[in-house]
Each structure stands twice: as C-alpha cells, then as structure tokens.
C-alpha cells in the first residue's frame, strides 16, 4: 500500500464551490487506433458544449472546490478514465481540466 503525506492546511471561513461539467459520447470523432467494435469517443467540456453530434449527453457534478479565507484552496474531481480522482493537494501525473467546469456555489445549487 503507497502513502504519500503532505501538510496543507486551509484556514476558516471556507468557501465550497461544486464543479459542474459534462461528458458526451460523439461518433463523429475518429477513434483512430482504438479496440473493440466501433469505438465512439468519450468527450468533457462544460454544461452545454456537447455538439449536435453527441449521442449521449450527462451532465454532473464532478467535483468540488474548497477556498480558504488564507488563499490556499483544495480541488477534489473526477478525471476521465474510471474510478480515478484528482486531488489538488497531492503530486500525481493526472490533472484536471479547469476549462471543463463550472463553479457554483452552495447554494446557488
């Protein structure tokens, strides 16, 4: 089991915001190199770019962010392939797409 530890902190007041995006699936996108039986290409971008072309379209909230009255703030999202996160605090390969969300806040939900 891998541990990796980092001290971060975020000071009170916090302010949550919720990340809202959008996934589509758009057959329109060649899927060059791809296995299986036609591939269709999986896509995110923000609440209401999905094209035309998209076949299936979900919008979700796909994370949330945390602002600290001290600046520091704390992104937790969902990434494109399955059962991955991102978590902005630690140092890992995948990053989050910041252009493929919008913020809301609480209660603006």
Do not use: H
Not at 69 to 78: C, I, W
């Amino acid at each position: 089991m891998a541990e990796e530890r980092q001290q971060f902190a975020i000071d009170a007041p916090v302010e949550i915001l919720l990340l809202k995006t959008q996934d589509w699936l758009d057959p329109g996108i060649r899927c060059d190199g791809a296995i299986g039986e036609n591939p269709i290409m999986q896509c995110q971008g923000i609440p209401g770019s999905a094209p035309d072309s998209a076949t299936t379209i979900c919008t979700y909230f796909g994370g949330i962010e945390l602002r600290g009255s001290n600046g520091k703030k704390l992104v937790v999202g969902t990434l494109a392939f399955p059962y991955e996160i991102y978590v902005s605090a630690f140092v890992c390969d995948e990053s989050i797409n910041p252009e493929a969300y919008t913020t809301l806040a609480l209660d603006e939900s």
